[in-house]
């Protein structure tokens, strides 16, 4: 059974950092790109940031380009988002998605349950 | 960047109805359309994939066409547990992944 469970979220103040994770298990998970998807409160789905199997294909929405950093470690079956200079408008909850494909673009056929990001002062 | 448009942004039906939600792409993406369900609370769950290929598991009664720019998902008979909010999303060659902005099914 695939299993993807976030960690890492909480309240944290604009302008600063945070990292979240994403263990993976039930799969192998260095056949398949990985992805983080947020949805603000009672909004949409919103990509955030998606990474290749092997680390050397990664995109970033506009939104968050140059402020997070995505990152895989396969020997621990791990997904990672560094996100810094937080603001107020990243407050969501950041889902880690399992890509159906080893490519970048592709469906995302599983998803963890989330961690909640809150930036407030 | 593809922008990917839902209709309706929220739907009115009752058990049994036969209901359609439309998926519109900016530019022409093939079949890379996949539709997903999300209840509240919980985490979407992936129904249709390819524009029509049904998920394992998910029910027959869902079901998913089109092609280019243009895509519909059909449920035939909506069932209490069909209630929830469903969104599109392309898959099409390059990033960014682009959703739609979510349909709203409730009960009338």
């Known amino acids: 059974e695939v299993q993807l469970v976030e960690s890492g979220g909480g309240l944290v103040q604009p302008g600063r950092s945070l990292r979240l994770s994403c263990a993976a298990s039930?799969?192998?998970?260095?056949?398949?790109?990985m992805h983080w998807v947020r949805q603000a409160p009672g909004k949409g789905l919103e990509w955030v940031s998606g990474?290749?199997?092997?680390?050397?294909?990664?995109g970033y929405a506009d939104s968050v380009k140059g402020r997070f950093t995505i990152s895989r470690d396969n020997a621990k079956n791990s997904l990672f988002l560094q996100m810094n200079s937080l603001r107020a408008e990243d407050t969501a909850l950041y889902y880690c998605?399992?890509?159906?494909?080893?490519?970048?673009?592709?469906?995302?056929?599983?998803w963890g349950q989330g961690t909640l990001v809150t930036v407030s002062s | 960047d593809i922008q990917m448009t839902q209709s309706p942004s929220s739907l009115s039906a009752s058990v049994g109805d036969r209901v359609t939600i439309t998926c519109r792409a900016s530019?022409?993406?093939?079949?890379?359309l996949n539709w997903y369900q999300q209840k509240p609370g919980k985490a979407p769950k992936l129904l249709i994939y390819a524009a029509s290929s049904l998920q394992s598991g998910v029910p027959s009664r869902l079901s998913g066409s089109g092609s280019g720019t243009d895509f519909t998902l059909t449920i035939s008979s909506l069932q209490p547990e069909d209630f929830a909010t469903y969104y599109c999303?392309?898959?099409?060659?390059?990033?960014?992944?682009?959703f739609g902005q979510g349909t709203r099914l409730e009960i009338k």
């Open positions: 990474i290749s199997w092997n680390s050397g294909s990664i």
């Open positions: 530019q022409s993406i093939s079949s890379y």
């Open positions: 999303q392309q898959s099409y060659s390059t990033l960014p992944i682009t």
């Open positions: 039930g799969f192998t998970f260095d056949d398949y790109a």
């Open positions: 998605a399992k890509s159906a494909r080893a490519d970048i673009v592709a469906t995302l056929d599983y």
